[in-house]
T-cell receptor, first 115, second 113 residues
Framework: NAGVTQTPKFRILKIGQSMTLQCTQDMNHNYMYWYRQDPGMGLKLIYY???????DKGEVPNGYNVSRSTTEDFPLRLELAAPSQTSVYFC??????????????FGPGTRLTVL | AQSVTQLGSHVSVSEGALVLLRCNYSSSVPPYLFWYVQYPNQGLQLLLK??????LVKGINGFEAEFKKSETSFHLTKPSAHMSDAAEYFC???????????FGQGTRLTINP
């Protein structure tokens, strides 16, 4: 049971390039999340999904896109990279019981630098 | 809207000393509250969570937190700090629709030998 896996671990992009951050979970969790972490700012939610085919915006969605075609995978797409997207990106998943008490499980993160 | 405030972005204690990390929350409904820990270059992992079953919650690695409704607080404590506790700690509250977590800014804990 690998939990939540993310690839790549590190990436350097040039301004205007595109890339997809991959996230996979093997726990059959219905909810999945993408966060970005900037120093001193905590974690900000970019997008989340409550199940395959359903996604919704979080607090900071601009410049990103997501899709969820399967339960396991939740890729995050950056279309036109900008220096402001330099950050550490975390994917998380959760098995929803209908309450807010469920634990979110996090991947190891992707460190992205845009130059 | 739900929110959390962590008082102190950086806390430094000596090895063996008490650890106290502060978290205050704002919630219009009875909250679910969480403490997560992030070790260097790793993802977050759950330390403990409050789900209204008991106000004093015990977590992993000797940490505990007490839910105080009158003070809207959920401070994290550990009686005796260990070098391995050096990490960043995040307090979080579940949103009203129970779909998302709202995180505090984080507190970096440094342990001095």
């Amino acid at each position: 049971n690998a939990g939540v896996t993310q690839t790549p671990k590190f990436r350097i992009l040039k301004i205007g390039q595109s890339m997809t951050l991959q996230c996979t979970q093997d726990m059959n969790h219905n909810y999945m999340y993408w966060y970005r972490q900037d120093p001193g700012m905590g974690l900000k939610l970019i997008y989340y999904s409550v199940g395959a085919g359903i996604t919704d915006k979080g607090e900071v969605p601009n410049g990103y896109n997501v899709s969820r075609s399967t339960t396991e995978d939740f890729p995050l797409r950056l279309e036109l990279a900008a220096p402001s997207q330099t950050s550490v990106y975390f994917c998380a998943s959760r098995l929803s019981s209908g309450s807010g008490a469920d634990t979110q499980y996090f991947g190891p993160g992707t460190r992205l630098t845009v130059l | 809207a739900q929110s959390v405030t962590q008082l102190g972005s950086h806390v430094s204690v000596s090895e063996g000393a008490l650890v106290l990390l502060r978290c205050n929350y704002s919630s219009s409904v009875p909250p679910y509250l969480f403490w997560y820990v992030q070790y260097p270059n790793q993802g977050l992992q759950l330390l403990l969570k409050y789900t209204s079953a008991a106000t004093l919650v015990k977590g992993i690695n000797g940490f505990e937190a007490e839910f105080k409704k009158s003070e809207t607080s959920f401070h994290l404590t550990k009686p005796s700090a260990h070098m391995s506790d050096a990490a960043e700690y995040f307090c979080a509250v579940s949103d009203r629709r129970a779909q998302k977590l709202v995180f505090g800014q984080g507190t970096r804990l440094t342990i001095n030998p």
